[in-house]
């Protein structure tokens, strides 16, 4: 069974831009959750789709939003990108949600300039 | 709001010595915990994971027990090897679906 995957895996932009990170869970699994990874932060709860409805979302800002298609892929967009938002942006899922397992993918890194 | 403590790091051993990772956490309800590690360049992998009090997970040699009176999970192995070296997050997760990690301990393991 494949994993998690996660496109593009690396990605520069510059400050005001907007970008669109796209994850494709494991097959069968109905939950996705974005995390943002950084040295300082550490890993940091974006939000989270079940069945194209977000359950959760943690403390970010409105610029970052997500969305969940009916095969269970996800997309992350971040707008007016700021130099601070340069970071590993991890997706997982799980079959469930609420205590399941979560399997992560590669991330995709992003760099602001 | 859900909390998870772990021992700061970065923590450095030689090859066989034990390893102690200790997390704490605080959380409403009864939360399930997990241990993830990340080796550079790739996403976090489950290493193992208990879902109710007393319970122990294991895999690769490592074990952590959950215990619900300490509000604890630390992670232990006997003998640690060069290929452990790598970053590894306690995690809980509730039926409210948000899951919180700590920040993680950098591992190495000297030959």
């Known amino acids: 069974k494949a994993g998690v995957t996660q496109t593009p895996r690396y990605l520069i932009k510059t400050r005001g831009q907007q970008v669109t990170l796209s994850c494709s869970p494991i097959s069968g699994h109905r939950s996705v959750s974005w995390y943002q990874q950084t040295p300082g932060q550490g890993l940091q709860f974006l939000f989270e789709?079940?069945?194209?409805?977000?359950?959760n979302k943690g403390n970010f800002p409105g610029r970052f939003s997500g969305r969940q298609f009916s095969n269970s892929r996800s997309e992350m967009n971040v707008s007016t990108l700021e130099l601070g938002d340069s970071a590993l942006y991890l997706c997982a899922s799980s079959l469930e949600a609420g205590t399941d397992t979560q399997y992560f993918g590669p991330g995709t890194r992003l760099t602001v300039l | 709001g859900n909390s998870v403590t772990q021992m700061e790091g970065p923590v450095t051993l030689s090859e066989e010595a034990f390893l102690t990772i200790n997390c704490t956490y605080t959380a409403t309800g009864y939360p399930s915990l997990f241990w993830y590690v990340q080796y550079p360049g790739e996403g976090l992998q489950l290493l193992l994971k208990?879902?109710?009090?007393?319970d122990k997970g294991s895999n690769k040699g490592f074990e952590a027990t959950y215990r619900k009176e300490t509000t604890s999970f630390h992670l232990e192995k006997g003998s640690v090897q060069v290929s452990d070296s790598a970053v590894y997050f306690c995690?809980?997760?509730?039926?409210?679906?948000?899951?919180?990690f700590g920040d993680g301990t950098t591992l190495t393991v000297k030959p």
């Open positions: 789709y079940f069945s194209e409805t977000q359950r």
């Open positions: 995690a809980l997760s509730t039926n409210a679906g948000k899951s919180t």
């Open positions: 208990a879902t109710k009090a007393d």
